[in-house]
């Protein structure tokens, strides 16, 4: 385990983006914080979890496919700098494991892997949660990892990768390693975490009556907030977007909250309600995933539930799912349950 | 079925390879048939059933399926109609015009399923073109099958797709060939059945144990359908559906095609019904 002190994460930084595009969470002007490009603003590792989707670094809205430009085709190119991205919570980095997985799966998406495929991804933990809150480590599922122990950032690295960038780094003195502090912040499961799975039983079962999709559909306004801030969301459609001298395909994220989103070129439309779009939305995570990648989708980042403007993301969705139709039986029953 | 595949030399498995027209001929007044090869010689590799990703430049994709046999070599047809702002500049283009292609892509019709089995080949408007590759193979490989049985609905004679083929289907010795349309119009010179495509099913008889039924066609058609072959004690592993969806991308990434946890790109457009007609919304 090695050790950064805050005065040293500047200049490790700085050597860091002589070698590697480096994007980490900054402070924007008004006051929010996202991921960018080292020098585009301070940076702005304590808070937690930045609001946009972590996975747009090798997922964004927007990626070109190829260009003609007068009639010649041109291909985007790898990157000439490969991306060292950090600010990946654990959750976050579930969820990347989730979309590497289905990327690479069958048909491998080459778009997404030009970016990913040399890319360094670290992870946050430790007291850098919103006010100073405790993130348990991930141990894992990145190349290396920035823990926060209140005083400095110790840095474990998990991968080949990880291991050759923190290698000129002082090793820690620090009787306290990784494992001590998950120990020290182990908690039992979260309540959310059990919302989930009994929901995802519930949905597995088929227990849930139309008329609860009804009901939770109408509040929706299709905003599609929940699908653009979800780091496990992949949908996407292709346009051609023309000039005079040049037309560019490109793919953009799209929304399953969206009339069109399934609409077929004769009219029909096998998400024709918002009723059915928001159970496709829920039971995509919660049923449909566990039934062909043997895990739920939702990781439990809580974006979908922070950007809804109508209360209707998912966790607030479960929670009610759960209320009105939890199952008796569920090996998820907590006492009280 | 999700194993690692790579299709193309090219460095994207989004980029298109090109294709000549060779020839395009009128169906319907909304729809034509394009017969196709690729400019690099090569085969296009298909199996009856599969589908392609039509790309034209500065409109996007859509998915076609294929209209042809694999068994007939050195070209491949698609069967488009003219619906959105991309089919709609395609019927705008003329032979020897290029486009690109992508595919084939899908879950063709399990050909050792449909082996030494009587067939129901039932189709509905538009359902005949991915049917027709069916139809076809069936003709140039007829000791491979049983009895086989054309049943095809359209909404009137002007809308009828493949004419020239229903007739030399309907004139084989080979194959039992049915024609239905919804209604005619005063001036319709037409003097077979009238009705729903359902009406051709209660006269036939046939063997449950030894037939497989195919269904391609619109989503009003397969209920009304199924329940007719049922009715017949058609089991539902013995019946094939066909089922159209939105593919974006062909390859099980864009989402617009799920049925449920089915990708209908990868998983389908074949199914057997006793795959999907469990799931919501697959019907």
Known sequence: ?337 | MHSSKQLYNSSSLYLPFDCEIISIKNLTPAEKLFRLRRLDGAALGHLSGQFVQVSLLGWGEAPISVASSPTRDGYFELGVRRAGSLTGAMHQLQAGDIIGIRGPFGRPFDLAQLHRQDLLLISGGCGLAPMRSLIQYCEDRPEEFGQISVLYGAKNPEHALFKDDLAVWEASASFACSLTVDNISSGDCYSGNIGLITALIPPLSFDPAATIAVIVGPPVMYRAVIAELKKKELTSDRIVVSLERQMRCGVGKCGHCTIEHLYCCQDGPVFRLDEVEHLRGAL
């Open chain 1, 1 to 337: 385990m090695k050790i950064l002190t805050l005065d040293q994460l500047d200049q490790f930084f700085t050597r860091i983006s002589e070698t590697w595009e480096l994007r980490l969470p900054v402070l924007l002007p008004d006051g929010t914080r996202a991921i960018a490009p080292f020098t585009s603003a301070p940076p702005a590792l304590l808070g937690g979890a930045v609001p946009g989707k972590p996975t747009a670094a090798f997922f964004p809205q927007q990626a070109s496919v190829f260009t003609v430009y007068d009639g010649a085709l041109q291909e985007p190119q790898t990157p000439d700098r490969p991306l060292f991205i950090i600010g990946f919570t654990p959750r976050d980095l579930a969820c990347l494991r989730f979309i590497d997985r289905f990327f690479a799966d069958g048909w491998r998406d080459d778009i997404y892997f030009r970016q990913r495929q040399h890319a360094v991804v670290a992870g946050l933990s430790g007291l850098c949660g919103p006010n100073g809150a405790m993130i348990p480590p991930a141990g894992g599922d990145c190349d290396l990892e920035f823990f926060f122990d209140g005083s400095n950032w110790l840095v474990v690295p998990y991968s080949e990768a990880g291991q050759a960038i923190v290698a000129s780094l002082p090793d820690s003195s620090s009787p306290k390693t990784l494992e001590l502090f998950r120990q020290a912040s182990a908690q039992p499961e979260d309540e959310n975490e059990i919302l989930i799975k009994r929901a995802s039983e519930l949905l597995q079962a088929d227990r849930v009556p139309d008329s609860f999709w009804a009901e939770i559909g109408e509040r929706c306004i299709a905003c599609t907030g929940c699908n653009l801030a979800c780091p496990t969301c992949t949908c996407f459609g292709v346009q051609d977007w023309r000039s005079a001298r040049q037309t560019e395909r490109s793919r953009m994220w799209d929304s399953c909250q969206l009339d069109g989103f399934m609409r077929e070129a004769s009219g029909h439309n096998p998400l024709g309600s918002e009723a059915l779009r928001t159970r496709r939305r829920i039971h995509h995570k919660l049923a449909a995933d566990p039934e062909k990648w043997g895990e739920i989708s939702c990781f439990l980042c809580g974006r979908c539930d922070a950007v809804c403007p109508t209360g209707i993301g998912m966790v607030a969705v479960a929670r009610e799912l759960v209320t009105r139709f939890g199952l008796t039986e569920s090996k998820y029953l907590v006492t009280g349950g």
